[in-house]
């Protein structure tokens, strides 16, 4: 009985995606031979698929957006859902609890700056209303960066790592600032492109963000379907929209790629690769002996791995690996192309300033002002990467972002004026 109420413990931390992989394993072990412990998880989720079922069919009358819809089913059926072993009268009177957030959402009581619901680690008034300015100010830098960046015709690569860049920043955004869990997609092909385009669309950072989610998340099969609505989506998402469609097409060929160093130190061999899906392994090859590490991408090996790759000289990016003196690396589109695959918070300054350097040297025949332009751009960046002390470490993040932005705005600016 000890085990199962532990067990009972240890799924309300799995539902809200709380639980460590070991745990998880613990948890499904007990799971597959407790039938007790698994029909009331069965019937958990049974409750909630019904409740969101009934939430989303009583919200096709309500004002607001579809995202906006999906935003609030997704917060009342979380809300909502009942923990394990309660008992049912409770259960009901939670419905209409949720039941009342329907009407009160309906007579406008919900303003649409409350979807989604914005994180902050402090109750304290003043520092929520710093914290909801702050976002606003985002949102509104955002837009200021989408405006600038030209079509897909009149760009360059600087202009795409920018965009690029502008994407991850959202989604950073969306995952630190915003509790926000993204319904399932539609099964059909066609509904699903066309949900998450309208949302790509949309105004706010957390929208597109869900969208950007649901869009790489798309089969091969979808590419003809993806190929037909993209064309009338706007500069800045274009730009996201065709590197999409070249995975969609050659996914394949993409994950065959890689760049390798192989280097041998006294009695140690060194072999760091990077694959075109943005993986890196370091093989480290001693006496017959082998350790392997394994990394998401060429910045998450020097950051987690630091004492190793410092031991063997390891450096590089995305796309370019060096193993003391030995070096190898793809082309710029082929970083970029790391870049886009990796979905993680990557090192964009030795992309981007390659990029801003293309687009310099067809105006500017010396070559130490062409260097001296990108390391003037580039100090604003890493004056963005600087942390703002005595803050709580969300707000902390997010400064970070604002900071990033309006250096990002900077680049793009500059990447313009180079142009004419």
């Not at 819809?69 to 979380?78: E, G, K």
């Not at 989506?233 to 469609?245: K, M, N």
């Not at 350790?291 to 031991?311: F, P, V």
């Not at 790391?338 to 310099?360: C, H, I, K, N, Q």
Request: aromatic share 4%; net charge neutral.
């Amino acid at each position: 009985m000890e085990e199962c109420t532990e067990a009972r413990k240890a799924v309300e931390a799995w539902i809200d995606g709380e639980l460590g992989v070991g745990e998880e394993a613990d948890l499904q072990t007990h799971l597959a031979a407790c039938a007790s412990c698994a029909g009331e998880v069965e019937e958990r989720r049974s409750f909630s698929r019904g409740l969101g079922s009934g939430l989303r069919e009583s919200l096709q009358a309500v004002r607001g957006s579809a995202p906006e819809r999906r935003a609030l089913v997704d917060r009342l059926t979380a809300a909502s859902r009942p923990r394990l072993g309660i008992a049912p009268r409770i259960a009901a009177a939670v419905t209409l609890v949720a039941g009342l957030g329907i009407v009160a959402y309906t007579l406008g009581w919900f303003r649409k700056s409350d979807l989604p619901v914005a994180r902050t680690a402090t109750d304290d008034p003043e520092t929520r209303a710093r914290y909801a300015r702050l976002l606003d100010e985002i949102e509104r830098m955002t837009q200021e960066v989408r405006a600038q960046l030209p079509s897909k015709e009149e760009g360059t690569p600087a202009d795409w790592t920018a965009a690029l860049e502008l994407a991850t920043l959202e989604d950073q955004l969306c995952q630190i600032a915003y509790r926000e869990e993204f319904v399932d997609p539609p099964s059909d092909l066609q509904r699903r492109v066309e949900g998450a385009m309208r949302d790509l669309g949309g105004s706010k950072s957390w929208i597109r963000a869900g969208a950007r989610r649901s869009l790489r998340s798309l089969p091969k099969e979808a590419v003809p379907v993806l190929e037909k609505v993209s064309v009338n989506a706007g500069t800045c998402d274009r730009w996201f929209l065709d590197r999409l469609l070249d995975e969609l097409r050659d996914g394949e060929s993409a994950e065959q790629q890689k760049v390798v160093v192989r280097h041998s130190q006294g009695d140690e061999e060194v072999e760091v690769q990077q694959f075109g899906d943005a993986r890196v392994e370091l093989v480290i090859a001693q006496r017959g002996r082998q350790q392997k590490i394994s990394a998401r991408n060429m910045t998450d090996l020097l950051r987690r791995h630091r004492d190793t790759c410092r031991r063997f000289s390891i450096s590089g990016f995305e796309g370019w690996v060096a193993v003391g003196d030995l070096a190898s690396g793809m082309d710029l589109e082929g970083q970029l192309g790391l870049l886009f695959r990796s979905g993680e918070s990557v090192d964009f300054a030795p992309v981007r300033s390659e990029a801003y350097a293309g687009v310099l040297a067809k105006r500017l025949t010396d070559a130490a002002q062409v260097q001296d332009r990108v390391r003037t751009i580039e100090s604003k960046f890493r004056q963005a990467e600087k942390v703002v002390s005595g803050l709580d470490p969300d707000e902390r993040e997010i400064r970070r972002i604002r900071s990033k932005l309006d250096a990002l705005k900077s680049y793009v600016e500059a990447v313009q004026a180079a142009k004419r």
